[in-house]
């Protein structure tokens, strides 16, 4: 369209060539789908059909032609008829696209995050069980060492009394392992 007879302009030189407040001049960019891009100084300028700009300009210039003014009301008070963006939502529909593409691929990046983090998570939990099941063997093995040992206590004692009894006997009774 900019390259078939359309000039790019800022919206304030926009309204200030056809006499609307710039907020009209905005708003009828917007109705008439007119392409949108932002200059390196920072400013939006949207393409204006040459015709477009004419027939605005000559249509405000003839004696008693129809007005998208109201009686009485100053050229930026016509009334809007199709959707106008709300305050704080991009017009451009190519930033949407872009902040769509944006947060759909941190979206991605979020899941690939939240399966590593399952899997860590199911990781985790494996290990936990394995430790679990180790420390419970560990104890039964502890337990089985404790009961050996005490065995073997009660063993040594019961010994301890035998020699303690021979000791006692004299050396001919023990020979014959008698009293």
Same mark, same amino acid.
């Given at each position: 369209?900019?390259?078939?007879?359309?000039?790019?302009?800022?919206?304030?030189? +926009?309204?200030?060539?056809?006499?609307?407040?710039?907020?009209?001049?905005?708003?009828?960019?917007? @109705?008439?789908?007119?392409?949108? *891009?932002?200059?390196?100084?920072?400013?939006?300028?949207?393409? $204006?059909?040459? =015709?477009?700009? #004419?027939? &605005? *300009?000559?249509?405000?210039?003839? %004696?008693?032609?129809?007005?998208?003014? %109201?009686? !009485?009301?100053?050229?930026?008070?016509? %009334? $809007?008829?199709?959707? $106008? =963006?709300?305050?704080?939502?991009?017009?451009?529909?190519?930033?949407?696209?872009?902040?769509?593409?944006?947060?759909? /691929?941190?979206?991605? /990046?979020? @899941?690939?995050?939240?399966?590593?983090?399952?899997?860590?998570?199911?990781?985790? &939990?494996?290990?936990?069980?394995?430790?679990? *099941?180790? =420390?419970?063997?560990?104890?039964?093995?502890?337990?089985?060492?404790?009961? &050996?040992?005490?065995?073997?206590?009660? @063993?040594?004692?019961?010994?301890?009394?035998?020699?303690?009894?021979? &000791?006692?006997? !004299?050396? +001919?009774?023990?020979? +014959?392992?008698? #009293?």
């Amino acid at each position: 369209m900019a390259g078939d007879g359309a000039r790019w302009m800022t919206y304030a030189e +926009l309204a200030e060539a056809l006499g609307h407040k710039l907020e009209s001049a905005q708003r009828l960019a917007f @109705r008439r789908k007119w392409p949108r *891009q932002v200059g390196n100084d920072g400013l939006a300028r949207v393409a $204006v059909p040459v =015709a477009a700009m #004419e027939a &605005r *300009q000559a249509k405000r210039a003839a %004696p008693g032609a129809a007005s998208d003014n %109201p009686p !009485g009301g100053s050229p930026g008070d016509a %009334p $809007v008829t199709t959707p $106008v =963006a709300s305050p704080g939502v991009p017009e451009d529909v190519a930033a949407l696209r872009e902040d769509l593409a944006r947060r759909e /691929g941190e979206m991605a /990046g979020l @899941r690939v995050a939240l399966t590593m983090a399952e899997r860590a998570a199911d990781t985790a &939990r494996a290990d936990a069980l394995e430790a679990r *099941q180790e =420390a419970r063997e560990a104890q039964r093995m502890v337990q089985e060492a404790m009961a &050996r040992a005490a065995e073997l206590e009660r @063993r040594a004692q019961e010994a301890e009394r035998d020699a303690a009894r021979l &000791r006692g006997r !004299g050396w +001919l009774a023990r020979l +014959l392992g008698l #009293e």
